[in-house]
């Protein structure tokens, strides 16, 4: 039986994993996408292993547009302010490739050197 | 009988309740305190607010009044800064009143002196009264003695506290009234200013009441901070 300080690592280096593909769920969210609105987003993400709230989007989406990952214009909305619809730049696009590519090699590195493991059980 | 705020967060106008006020201004706070620090500071809380005022929009339909659960919900929804972190290249000041218990360094905390202009205590836009919170001189009037002797004696009194004026930004949020003055930002202090800030509030209140005697509803403006409010911004 793990010890209650031991759970709570294993949720913090989760809580790590999670972090660090967030950019890139992120990024290819809105890849998919002509334009997005950061809910939308959040909406996407929803329900799964990768959910958060709004608020850890904007931080994001900003330092991204101040990188020219991201744009963004300007959309008026029904009844609300005007919204900022995100788009991805052709350097996000590049961006992108490559941190997919990254994210392959680490999981087939991953995948092959946790195989022994798995068959042990 | 309730007692109402008028409001601007996202430049839209909002009537609130006395208790969805409060826990919407500690809620800002502490996303305030929370970015900080952290580069795009401005634009950040300035979308996180229009989110806000557009959650809060779509949950008021045609009520005219937005309440405690209208506030709970959309903070549900944007989420507190503890549940945020997850972007780790622009993580925020850890915030003192949430972070507690997560391991994170506590001696990130202790922020230094920060210069800021105090227009709540200064004469004409406040350059005085910051620059001696800054330094520790205990009454503005010694450096508002020190631009009248340079301006007499040379004549650069008046460019430099224009410079001055226009380089030191506002102290608008509690957390800015903390670091102006060095100290720690830790709940107690919050709750210092922001009893000092209803203290003001009142005082300011009763004037506005004397000029306004004979209306019967003192349009209340939050934090009284018109300089706030024109620039768009809740805190």
């Given at each position: 039986?793990?010890?209650?300080?031991?759970?709570?690592?294993?949720?913090?280096?989760?809580?790590?994993?999670?972090?660090?593909?967030?950019?890139?769920?992120?990024?290819?969210?809105?890849?998919?996408?002509?334009?997005?609105?950061?809910?939308?987003?959040?909406?996407?993400?929803?329900?799964?292993?990768?959910?958060?709230?709004?608020?850890?989007?904007?931080?994001?989406?900003?330092?991204?547009?101040?990188?020219?990952?991201?744009?963004?214009?300007?959309?008026?909305?029904?009844?609300?302010?005007?919204?900022?619809?995100?788009?991805?730049?052709?350097?996000?696009?590049?961006?992108?490739?490559?941190?997919?590519?990254?994210?392959?090699?680490?999981?087939?590195?991953?995948?092959?050197?946790?195989?022994?493991?798995?068959?042990?059980? | 009988?309730?007692?109402?705020?008028?409001?601007?967060?996202?430049?839209?106008?909002?009537?609130?309740?006395?208790?969805?006020?409060?826990?919407?201004?500690?809620?800002?706070?502490?996303?305030?305190?929370?970015?900080?620090?952290?580069?795009?500071?401005?634009?950040?809380?300035?979308?996180?607010?229009?989110?806000?005022?557009?959650?809060?929009?779509?949950?008021?339909?045609?009520?005219?009044?937005?309440?405690?659960?209208?506030?709970?919900?959309?903070?549900?929804?944007?989420?507190?800064?503890?549940?945020?972190?997850?972007?780790?290249?622009?993580?925020?000041?850890?915030?003192?009143?949430?972070?507690?218990?997560?391991?994170?360094?506590?001696?990130?905390?202790?922020?230094?002196?920060?210069?800021?202009?105090?227009?709540?205590?200064?004469?004409?836009?406040?350059?005085?009264?910051?620059?001696?919170?800054?330094?520790?001189?205990?009454?503005?009037?010694?450096?508002?003695?020190?631009?009248?002797?340079?301006?007499?004696?040379?004549?650069?009194?008046?460019?430099?506290?224009?410079?001055?004026?226009?380089?030191?930004?506002?102290?608008k949020?509690?957390?800015?009234?903390?670091?102006?003055?060095?100290?720690?930002?830790?709940?107690?202090?919050?709750?210092?200013?922001?009893?000092?800030?209803?203290?003001?509030?009142?005082?300011?209140?009763?004037?506005?009441?004397?000029?306004?005697?004979?209306?019967?509803?003192?349009?209340?403006?939050?934090?009284?901070r018109?300089r706030a409010l024109?620039s768009?911004s809740?805190l």
């Open positions: 039986m793990m010890s209650e300080e031991q759970i709570k690592s294993l949720h913090a280096t989760g809580q790590q994993l999670r972090r660090g593909v967030l950019e890139l769920v992120v990024l290819s969210a809105i890849a998919a996408e002509e334009e997005i609105y950061p809910s939308t987003i959040q909406q996407k993400l929803k329900d799964t292993p990768l959910e958060v709230k709004e608020g850890t989007l904007y931080p994001l989406l900003t330092r991204l547009k101040n990188s020219e990952l991201l744009q963004y214009t300007w959309r008026e909305s029904t009844g609300g302010p005007p919204r900022k619809y995100f788009s991805i730049t052709d350097n996000g696009r590049e961006f992108l490739d490559g941190l997919l590519d990254t994210w392959n090699q680490l999981v087939t590195a991953v995948h092959q050197n946790t195989q022994n493991h798995l068959n042990n059980e | 009988m309730n007692k109402v705020f008028n409001i601007n967060l996202g430049s839209y106008p909002f009537t609130i309740d006395e208790d969805a006020y409060n826990h919407l201004r500690s809620y800002l706070e502490t996303i305030h305190n929370h970015f900080r620090q952290t580069e795009g500071y401005e634009e950040i809380t300035h979308d996180i607010e229009a989110r806000l005022a557009e959650l809060f929009l779509e949950q008021l339909g045609n009520r005219p009044i937005v309440n405690f659960q209208d506030v709970e919900d959309a903070i549900a929804t944007m989420g507190r800064p503890e549940e945020f972190g997850a972007d780790p290249m622009s993580e925020g000041t850890p915030d003192p009143s949430t972070d507690a218990g997560t391991g994170k360094d506590k001696f990130k905390l202790k922020t230094g002196k920060r210069l800021y202009r105090d227009p709540e205590e200064g004469m004409i836009g406040g350059v005085a009264a910051g620059l001696a919170a800054y330094f520790g001189i205990p009454d503005p009037i010694w450096v508002r003695f020190f631009f009248v002797v340079i301006t007499i004696s040379g004549g650069i009194g008046i460019p430099l506290y224009l410079i001055l004026w226009a380089l030191m930004p506002a102290a949020t509690a957390g800015d009234r903390l670091a102006m003055r060095g100290e720690p930002i830790n709940i107690s202090n919050i709750s210092k200013i922001v009893t000092e800030e209803f203290e003001h509030l009142s005082e300011k209140m009763t004037e506005l009441g004397e000029e306004l005697s004979g209306k019967k509803k003192a349009r209340l403006k939050m934090g009284m018109t024109r768009g809740l």
